[in-house]
């Protein structure tokens, strides 16, 4: 059976920092790019960050540039999000994706509340 679960969000306050991880399990971990997602109250769901397969080549949000680090650790079968100088707009449940040719595996979210 194909999980993703995430942990790791909460409350924060502007400035601070949260890490997020996203446990993977029933297929292939390594041979999957992963990513990150997030969705604010009444809003789309949006990229933040993904990292492909490779391990190297990633890509952010403008919005989080300099900001977050998507990480990956195969062979514990990881993702990771480390967010730092979090702002107010980075409130969302925060979703992580697995994805390779036309498989796509989501998680359930977990929320991130910043907030002063």
């Known amino acids: 059976q194909v999980q993703l679960v995430e942990s790791g969000g909460g409350l924060a306050q502007p400035g601070e920092s949260l890490k997020l991880s996203c446990a993977a399990s029933g297929f292939a971990f390594r041979l999957y790019g992963v990513g990150w997602y997030r969705q604010a109250p009444g809003e789309q769901r949006e990229l933040v960050a993904t990292?492909?397969?490779?391990?190297?080549?990633?890509n952010y949000a403008d919005s989080v540039k300099g900001r977050f680090t998507i990480s990956r650790d195969n062979a514990k079968e990881m993702l990771f999000l480390q967010m730092n100088s979090l702002k107010l707009e980075d409130t969302a449940v925060y979703y992580c994706?697995?994805?390779?040719?036309?498989?796509?595996?989501w998680g359930q979210g977990t929320q991130v509340n910043v907030s002063s």
């Open positions: 994706n697995a994805f390779a040719l036309s498989r796509q595996y």
């Open positions: 990292l492909h397969q490779d391990g190297h080549t990633v």
